[in-house]
Every structure is written in structure tokens, then in C-alpha cells.
């Protein structure tokens, strides 16, 4: 069976149809229910039901576009697929444009037929998966940090906790964008400390300005200093201290380092007074610094100081799980920032997210997020991963409903203003409902 949890419903008031169907459905790995009545089928739904519909047209009492209408006023997001024994295009059309996911004529091809129903699965799974995911959000039970339910960042949680409240020094190991401040911040919230989470990235500094900027300075160190100067070790004095990108820090600034760690203390720069300081170090590095002190490039003393205990994040495109959530988390945030107000992102859009493998991981997306509110997410309703004629085919598809809808369901007008042959347009018509070019 499915392992999205998705029944289908299947709604025919035939019997032998209905059974010859369920039968069909269930040997294809579907789980399936079927109704004999559309009255049936809306009376036992639930809200949010994790199924997708499949009905006839023409029944008894409540018909197949009644139950798409009474079906989309209470979730527009639940997919329905129709099935007619009667070759009526103009009510194909109305019903793909009042929501209907797709339309077979009987008889029909059963392949045609399954991977309809398999992409209407996927896209409700989608969909309430993102419903959920946002609840979770509103309610504030995920993870104010370290958002994430794969088992790489439940792992990570579990470590943070087990050290947060210690003073081991910390090395994170990450790619760039993987949230290695986001953890040495959880590490600091975790550790009781009073004092402050000082952030420095080593690359951005420029050496001449390092020592300073690291250790302060005493009046008269160097041109310009008139008093002196608290450096950024200092001010993470009973707090901590967050060196990202430490690779970048020069090489004869390494030992100072090392000696604030070993001795706690500081020498500000044109003093000789030691100064106590009481700062957590936590460093972070996408490149293997074993590797570089092994090849000179790091000082190897430094290396085993740091690697008291190495916590490594995984790469985005190896946590996928997680990047409905992560998405979601960020268009908030970026709703409220920028005081927008913008619809839940698509089952679509999602689907394209979890399809991108990310090389600049959770900030990439959080870019992402950033310009879907702003409304300038590029090709944010795209299929990238279609080929050049399935493309022309959707847009054809899009143009031909279009011009359907502003004929009023005229095959004859809509042919005349598309500029094509009215028997082209019937045929391409055909070759749509049956799921040929229709998703």
C-alpha cells in the first residue's frame, strides 16, 4: 500500500463498476473506499480528510460536479478527479476550471488513470503535511533555534543539551549556510552563562586589524587610539565566544588564542596588565582543520584545544524532511518583517523545494522564503525538471482553457480567436481530458 496514508474515494453508483474499480485500485497498491451515493461519500468525510476523490458524473441525486463544488467550499486543496461515460467536453472544461484535478471519459486507460491518482496522492500528503507544519509553528512547539525533524538534527539536539551547560570548548563542522551560528547560539542559551554570545567571522577581519579588534587595545597602541579599548574576547567575558570561519585566522594570532584558552587571560594590545577572562569558546569550520594543520595551515596545538568536542551539521540536501518546515518558519518571519501579508505557499512550490539540492543550505532557503513574500521568487509555480514539449504542452493547455472560458465553452469561437482549425482544437481538447497533457 501507499505509505502517504491517502485513501482514495472512489464514488460510482454502479456496483459492478465500483467493485471492478476498488479491485483495480488496490491491486495497483492504492488503498481505497468506495460510495455508491456522493451524499455518502460528504457525510462520512472528516475535516482535513487525507484522502483524494474519484467520482462519477452522472448519478443519482447529488451528481459528480455538485459533490466537486460542496467538495472545494470545504477544502479548496482536496483533490477530485471525475469520470463521465459521456463525451461532454464543455462540462470537462467547467470542471477543470471549478477545481477538478482531472477527467476521464470511460472507458479509459487504467494507467492513465493510476498516475492521476498517484500525483493527486502525493499533492494531498503534500498539502497537509504543510497545514501541519504551520500549526506547529503557530503553536510554538518547534524548535526556536534548531528547527527539524530529521534524525541528523535530533541527534544534534540531544548533543547540545548533554554539553550546552559546560565549558568544553566546541567545534562545529559544517558546510556554508548549514546554521552554525544557529548552533552555537543554542549552545549559549543552554550553558546559564549571564554574559554575551560574541560573534566573530575570522575571514572578514582584516590582519591588521585582528589583534586589535580581538584583544583590544591601550591608549596609544597605534595611531588613532586616544582610549582604550575593549576587544571582542573581553566583552564575551562570562559568556561566549563564537568564532566562525576560524580556518581564516592568521597564523601568528593562533597562539595568542591558544594561550586565552589555556590561561583564561588576555593581554590587550600596547598593555602589559593580563587580564582574567571567563569566555566559552565555540569555533566553526567548513574544512577539515586536521587536514589543515597537518599541511601547516593551522596551528595543530590549537586544533586539538578546539576539538574538544565536534559537532557536525548536515548538508540540507541530506535532511530534505525538513524543508517544508524550515520554509514555512522563514516566510513567517519574513511576513513579519517586512510586513507582508501573502497566501500559504503552494503544494507546487513544495514540491520544488524538496527537489533542489540547496548549495547554500538553510540560508539559500531562507533567501528563498525571503523573495516568496516579496513576490519575486522566480519561476516559484515552475516544473523544472520538465522537458522542453512538456512545457509547451502545459502552456498550450493553459491558453486553450483560457480561451475556452472567454467563448463560454464555444469550441467554434475559441477555435476562430486561437487561429486554429475547429477540429484541431476539439482534438487537442480530447488528448488533454484523457491525461495526455492534463495534470
Known amino acids: 500500500m ?38 455518502q461519500a460528504l457525510q462520512a468525510l472528516p475535516q482535513e480528510a487525507p484522502v483524494v476523490v474519484l467520482s462519477d458524473v452522472r448519478m443519482p441525486g447529488m451528481d459528480g460536479i455538485a459533490l466537486l463544488q460542496q467538495l472545494q467550499r470545504r477544502d479548496a486543496e ?14 470537462a472544461v467547467a470542471a477543470i476550471h471549478q477545481g477538478a484535478q482531472d477527467f476521464f471519459e470511460k472507458p479509459f486507460e487504467p494507467e492513465q488513470l493510476l498516475h492521476s491518482l498517484r500525483r493527486a496522492i502525493d499533492k494531498r500528503a503534500l498539502v497537509l503535511e504543510n497545514r501541519r507544519l504551520r500549526r506547529q509553528l503557530a503553536e510554538g512547539t518547534g524548535q526556536p533555534l534548531l528547527l527539524g525533524q530529521a534524525p541528523q538534527i535530533e541527534l544534534l539536539r540531544r548533543q547540545i543539551d548533554n ?6 570548548s566546541v567545534l562545529i563542522l559544517g558546510e556554508t549556510g548549514t546554521g552554525k551560528e544557529m548552533v552555537a547560539r543554542s549552545l549559549h542559551q543552554g550553558s546559564g552563562r549571564k554574559g554575551n554570545l ?52 592568521p597564523l601568528n594570532l593562533q597562539a595568542k588564542m591558544l594561550r586565552v584558552l589555556q590561561e583564561s587571560v588576555l593581554e590587550r594590545l600596547g598593555g602589559n596588565k593580563l587580564i582574567p577572562v571567563d569566555a566559552r569558546l565555540v569555533a566553526a569550520t567548513k574544512i577539515d582543520l586536521k587536514t589543515a594543520s597537518d599541511a601547516g595551515l593551522f596551528r595543530a596545538d590549537l586544533y586539538f584545544r578546539l576539538n574538544v568536542v565536534t559537532l557536525s551539521l548536515p548538508p540540507l540536501r541530506e535532511r530534505r524532511e525538513d524543508i517544508p518546515l524550515l520554509f514555512l518558519h522563514f516566510v513567517e518571519q519574513a511576513r513579519e518583517h517586512y510586513n507582508r501579508d501573502v497566501p500559504p505557499p503552494a503544494a507546487s512550490l513544495m514540491q520544488q523545494l524538496l527537489n533542489r539540492d540547496w548549495p547554500g543550505n538553510v540560508r539559500e ?17 515552475a516544473e523544472p ?5 512538456q512545457q509547451l504542452s502545459r502552456l498550450e493547455q493553459q491558453l486553450i482553457l ?15 480567436r486561437l487561429g486554429i482549425p475547429r477540429k484541431t482544437l476539439y482534438d487537442k481538447l480530447a488528448r488533454y481530458k484523457h491525461g495526455n497533457g492534463m495534470d
Open 365 to 381: 532557503l531562507r533567501h528563498h522564503a525571503e523573495q516568496y513574500v516579496l513576490g519575486v521568487l522566480p519561476d516559484a509555480t
Open 2 to 39: 501507499n505509505n502517504t496514508g491517502i485513501e482514495v474515494w472512489l464514488v460510482e453508483d454502479d456496483d459492478d463498476v465500483r467493485q471492478s474499480l476498488l479491485q483495480t485500485l488496490q491491486l495497483s497498491d492504492l488503498t481505497a473506499r468506495g460510495f455508491a451515493r456522493a451524499e
Open 402 to 416: 483560457t480561451a475556452m472560458k472567454q467563448a463560454d465553452n464555444s469550441v467554434a469561437l475559441a477555435a476562430e
Open 163 to 168: 554539553i550546552a551547560d559546560t565549558s568544553a
Open 198 to 249: 560574541v560573534a566573530v567571522n575570522c575571514t572578514a577581519l582584516p590582519e591588521s586589524i585582528f589583534e586589535s579588534e580581538m584583544f583590544g587595545a591601550e591608549p596609544g597602541a597605534y595611531t588613532g587610539v586616544n582610549k582604550r579599548r575593549i576587544g571582542k574576547v573581553e566583552h564575551a567575558d562570562g559568556g561566549t565566544l563564537f568564532l566562525d570561519e576560524i580556518e581564516g585566522m
Open 78 to 91: 482536496l483533490p477530485v478527479l471525475l469520470l463521465t461515460g459521456h463525451g461532454d467536453i464543455p462540462m
Open 385 to 389: 525538471d520538465l522537458t522542453l514539449p
